[in-house]
């Protein structure tokens, strides 16, 4: 299965501050509560694994919707369940707990969880990744709700942060910047997608095509890219 299927954002920002580069980066761009982000998450993680060291990695929340306080539509909730039914057909081995749609009161809102990425981040270098992978988990295996404060500082608590600057970090001005920064570069590289991957070379853009099911297609792109610059 070869074509690609993403979650979709809404838009957001303008133009860019030229980010501090190095001559080779793979942006990775997606968003804490995307379902194809997740599906994608066993193939993605052997990639990484198998990156050359001349290529610096770069994580980008894209930001699928804002806050809200209102709950997710009948019809919306009937068509993100089919997308989950959808990704357990189409990528072996994915796994998705349907109680949340019983349990939870479901909201199209993902920009906290990308906040909260951020504000762990702010606390220790990787804890970003960890706490992205607490999310997906709660989300997805745990019936949990992302979009609530309470679950994401519950989730703070397990990755040992220090839950009262957390919550304070959580919606700060600082770190609603520092996503809206993220959506920006997020524009630059042209991505209207979860998950996106593109490389950088110097000032071009590379986007790379995802497999869903196999990192070595992944890889070869990547490499290809790599050495006719070199060469």
């Given at each position: 299965?070869?074509s690609v299927k993403a ?96 349990t939870c009161s479901p ?80 524009d630059r590289l042209g ?41």
């Amino acid at each position: 299965m070869n074509s690609v299927k993403a979650c979709t954002a809404t838009k957001g920002g303008a133009g860019l501050n030229s980010p501090m580069k190095t001559d080779i980066t793979l942006y990775y761009v997606h968003d804490p509560m995307c379902s194809w982000c997740w599906g994608f998450r066993p193939v993605w993680t052997r990639v990484v694994s198998q990156l050359k060291k001349e290529i610096s990695l770069i994580y980008v929340l894209g930001g699928l919707a804002p806050d809200t306080t209102k709950l997710m539509p009948p019809e919306l909730q009937a068509r993100i369940r089919n997308t989950w039914r959808r990704i357990q057909e189409e990528i072996p081995g994915s796994v998705f707990n349907f109680d949340f749609w019983e349990t939870c009161s479901p909201r199209r809102s993902t920009y906290p969880s990308c906040r909260a990425v951020i504000a762990a981040r702010n606390q220790i270098d990787d804890a970003d990744t960890r706490m992205l992978l607490a999310i997906q988990q709660a989300y997805y295996l745990q019936a949990k709700n992302p979009s609530d404060f309470d679950v994401l500082i519950s989730l703070a608590k397990t990755l040992g942060l220090n839950t009262d600057v957390f919550s304070a970090d959580l919606n700060s001005s600082e770190t609603k910047n520092q996503l809206h920064r993220e959506f920006q570069l997020r524009d630059r590289l042209g991505v209207s997608s979860f998950p996106s991957i593109v490389l950088t070379i110097d000032d071009a853009l590379y986007p790379v095509h995802i497999d869903y099911t196999d990192p070595d297609t992944i890889l070869q792109q990547i490499n290809d890219y790599y050495t006719n610059s070199a060469g």
